[in-house]
């Protein structure tokens, strides 16, 4: 199974501020077809996960464009631009190039 | 809009069965644009992938390794909606059972779990 490796594991940030979340994976996720599956969820608290980027870099319907996702390969990271209060919840990656689907053990975004 | 409807019991004794269903409004099971996933989550594995069903001329189900000899996933065309059973339950089965929609898009996009349900709790517990 393709492991999903997440840093940092918890983050503190003021509103306004940026804020990162790296993910790798143990093997590429770019598949033959040219695309590279990579995904991002956000789970609120008590609240199912929702997808906030597909394919590395593609925001979901409706997703703020303060969320950005970047990578390649076997790296990638989530990026928010501006930090909102809105924006607390556990971040998830997730590979989808072979099943199992796995996902990373999440990052816990909190405001300062 | 797509809207997953989860539904089943919250608590199920050791060695039993667990059976969930996902109920499926604005979409269609039987779409050969879509998967449907049961995906299970808890404090000692985190996000898990149980497995999917999803029609291409035919059914297919895909499951995960971990569970292979125990799950079923089932659709149900007549009532649009797909269930879950998992076999001789033991407390580490205890978690929240999501349902999630796969979506290809007409440009081939994947959309991965674009829809989720709601979650249910279930309890392995005599």
């Known amino acids: 199974d393709i492991v999903m490796t997440q840093t940092p594991l918890s983050l503190s940030v003021t509103p306004g501020q940026p804020a990162s979340i790296s993910c790798k994976s143990s093997q590429s996720l770019l598949h033959s077809d040219r695309k590279t599956y990579l995904y991002w969820y956000l789970q609120k608290a008590g609240q199912s996960p929702q997808l906030l980027i597909y394919e590395v870099s593609t925001r979901f319907s409706g997703v703020p464009n303060r969320f950005s996702g970047s990578g390649s390969g076997t790296d990638f990271t989530l990026k928010i631009s501006r930090v909102e209060a809105e924006d607390i919840g556990v971040y998830y990656c997730m590979q989808s190039i072979q099943l199992p689907r796995t996902f990373g053990q999440g990052t816990r975004l909190d405001i300062k | 809009q797509v809207q997953l409807q989860q539904s089943g019991p919250g608590l199920v004794k050791p060695s039993q069965t667990l059976s969930l269903t996902c109920v499926i409004s604005g979409d269609s099971v039987s779409s050969n644009r879509a998967a449907w996933n049961w995906i299970r989550q808890s404090p000692s594995r985190g996000l898990e992938w149980l497995g999917r069903?999803?029609?291409?001329?035919?059914?297919?189900?895909d499951y995960a390794v971990s569970v292979k000899s125990r799950i079923t996933i089932n659709p149900d065309t007549f009532k649009n909606q797909f269930s879950l059973q998992l076999n001789s339950v033991t407390p580490e089965d205890t978690a929240v059972y999501y349902c999630a929609r796969d979506q290809l898009l007409f440009f081939g996009e994947l959309l991965q779990f674009d829809n989720w349900g709601q979650g249910t709790l279930v309890i392995v517990s005599s």
């Open positions: 069903t999803y029609y291409r001329s035919k059914w297919y189900n």
